[in-house]
């Protein structure tokens, strides 16, 4: 799908959100992160800009994403407002399989993480054992991994 570059609503970056809430934890003024970014990346954005990415009205380059995630010390991948599709947001691997939507924090799972968060909380209500816990999670995530297509 093209982006429509001529929409005044159009979201430009899916860092904006994160960025400012990263700038702000740190008690940067938009100023003063600039000025961090240049000393220690040496990639020059101006206030203006910075303000602009933080509101999505501004597209990111590859090198400012990665001087922003070198100056908070995250990866990329962190600066995102929404995890990424298709990543576990538990084990952080890309699966093929559907992904799981978990009932208990509405995070995207892989199915074997899915999997031990239902057992960690049948543990959690003191209805497994730890050993019988680990079996079946074992038992599970084989049976996940054979049934991959
Ligand atoms: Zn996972």
Redesign the pocket.
Known sequence: MPHRNNCAHERRNVIGKKLRSLRAAKGLSTQKLSEVLMELTGVYIDTSSLSRLEKGKRVVSDYELVALAQVFGISILDLYDEPVKNL?S????P?PETAIISSVSGDV??A??AAKEIINIAISHNSLTKDEAEEMIKTLTDFLDSDTP
């Open positions: 576990c538990h084990c952080r691997k699966f799972l892989c074997s993480c």
